[in-house]
């Protein structure tokens, strides 16, 4: 047919490592037309970002194609000089990462970065990109379109970036977008703003797009088709409403059922319990802006506590605050009953080794140039004193606590870890304090929904095991569902409710936290237009969405 954009046969990718080259992609085939979205899914490992950028002729270091075509608009860009695929990148075909964040540049404003892609391709001059900007803006429903271009990145929130992101990418009207990612890292809320943004833009304009996720919901409110791969190999590609009711493979009918874990009820705290922390009406400002008001909420010995929000509700603030790392203007926090001084430089050892934190970005957080063996022996040989073959003794129980085999993995780098791995060395180094309480700040997000829920279910375990107890920043409704013992919900910098989880699930519920549960997808590929409309918003590409929180 005529209108076949990107063609992809028997396309073969290999990585390197210690000097050989080891199978990526095994002979994948896709076909995708004008104005049609292709959904990519599996797990980590998958081959789903390596696919989405090879039909941009793109590897990444120390990876390369070594077998079949890959031809975009009959341009084999497999074998395209650097000249031909300079200028089609950026022009015909573009692409959105996963995080925006760390894929602006920091020290210059969004209008600066959304012009330099039309100017170099000589598709606009400066004035009419800048103007043209400001329309992108307003259609993808950013706030104060005139003006938020001249913001720096790191003026605007998560999702405000993310769109920003998109209306860089359509600045030159490609005919083609890959999306990697593009919602992982966003609340509930936001997401919606995004998705519906994103189905917008590429309608109207009619772009073909591979869009990348593990979220099945989301996947299905956005692809035409769904390709299903495992390990480099495809398992089974349909269209979305035939694959969402009717998978045929084992492997994709076990993607879909992802997510039934979920802990028993546990009995109620006893009455006078003390909890084993305690926030007390904390407030606390970022200059003289205050972000947390008033807030309040007890966590107790074996129990998790969900605090939910979307961005800048102040849910990694409060967590902040409760390690020390942000002194509150008023309000305390209690260990035990007894009340820990604000700052975490005036805290004992043994009061900083009570509280411990795993991180949402794994590959940030571990020091890419030590073993694992020296990221959990630091804080084992720190908090409790052990060196030489007692330090690596317990290194090496540790390990076997998160279940990655010493032998194995002692003496890696990072680097040589899946993310599910990685985020397992960051459990274990917060273990490594033998600490009462850890803070999980959106320790699943970026992982695929099967890696999730072996974190999740690892989580629990330790819990049990160790008598541990949680404070969960999420946005991910399932995992609440899944882990919490009560919830925690809040919005601009205020506790505006918290319970038990069974009552917090339970209608009647406060309007935000009504907002947040109706925006956790389904999969249904109705689900995002019926939503819209429920709201107000028959035509996407004509009202604001401006009742999304």
Request: proline share 5%.
């Amino acid at each position: 047919m005529t209108d076949l954009l990107l063609k992809i046969r028997g396309l073969k990718i290999e990585g390197r490592s210690d000097e050989i080259w080891n199978p990526i992609i095994n002979g994948v085939d896709l076909d995708l037309r004008k104005g049609e979205v292709l959904g990519l899914i599996g797990e980590s490992g998958a081959g789903k970002s390596t696919i989405g950028l090879a039909g941009m002729g793109f590897t990444r270091d120390g990876v390369r194609i070594s077998g079949g075509s890959v031809e975009f608009d009959g341009i084999d860009l497999v074998n395209a000089s650097a000249e031909v695929k300079r200028k089609l990148l950026g022009s015909r075909i573009a692409y959105v990462a996963q995080s925006a964040a760390a894929s602006f540049n920091p020290a210059h404003k969004l209008i600066d970065q959304h012009t330099e892609a039309p100017v170099q391709h000589g598709v606009m001059s400066r004035a009419e990109s800048a103007a043209d900007a400001v329309e992108l803006y307003r259609r993808l429903r950013l706030p104060n379109p005139e003006e938020i271009g001249f913001r720096y990145p790191h003026q605007v929130s998560g999702g405000q970036l993310q769109r920003a992101m998109t209306a860089m990418a359509m600045s030159c009207r490609p005919d083609l977008i890959i999306f990697d990612e593009p919602t992982t890292a966003l609340d509930v809320t936001t997401q919606i703003e995004v998705l519906a943004s994103i189905r917008d833009i590429v309608e109207q304009f009619d772009t073909a797009a591979i869009y990348i996720t593990h979220d099945l919901a989301v996947v299905a409110q956005m692809a035409d088709r769904i390709k299903v791969l495992l390990k480099g190999d495809e398992v089974e590609e349909a269209e979305t409403r035939e694959m969402l009711s009717h998978p045929k493979e084992d492997y994709t009918k076990s993607l879909w059922a992802v997510r039934e874990f979920k802990r028993p009820q546990k009995p109620a705290v006893a009455a006078g319990a003390t909890p084993v922390v305690s926030v007390r009406k904390v407030t606390a400002a970022y200059g003289k802006v205050k972000v947390l008001q008033n807030v309040s909420f007890d966590i107790h010995e074996g129990r998790t506590v969900a605090v939910v929000g979307e961005s800048g509700s102040g849910k990694s603030t409060t967590a902040r605050c409760i390690t020390g790392l942000l002194p509150p203007l008023s309000g305390s926090i209690q260990f035990d009953g007894v009340e820990m001084p604000a700052d975490y430089r005036k805290r004992s050892k043994d009061q900083l080794r009570q509280v411990q934190m795993i991180y949402q970005m794994a590959d940030t957080a571990l020091n890419p140039r030590k073993s694992i063996g020296e990221i959990i022996g630091r804080p084992v040989q720190f908090y409790m004193g052990l060196r030489g073959r007692e330090k690596r003794r317990r290194v090496e129980q540790l390990l076997d606590e998160i279940e990655l085999p010493a032998d194995q993995y002692f003496d890696r780098l990072p680097s040589e870890l899946s993310g599910g791995q990685k985020q397992r060395i960051g459990i274990a180094r917060a273990l490594a304090a033998e600490p009462r309480f850890i803070i999980c700040d959106e320790v699943t997000s970026a992982l695929d929904q099967l890696v999730a829920e072996g974190i999740l279910k690892l989580l629990a375990r330790l819990q049990d095991d160790l008598k541990l107890s949680y404070m969960f920043i999420t946005h991910d409704l399932a995992t609440v569902r899944s882990i919490a013992d009560e919830v925690v919900v809040m919005k601009e910098g205020k506790v505006i409710e918290q319970g038990p989880k069974a009552e917090m699930f339970r209608p009647p519920h406060h309007a935000y936290t009504d907002l947040l549960l109706s925006s956790v997808p389904e999969m249904d590929p109705d689900w995002l237009s019926n939503l819209l409309k429920e709201r107000g918003v028959d035509n996407i590409g004509d009202a604001a969405v401006d009742k999304m929180g």
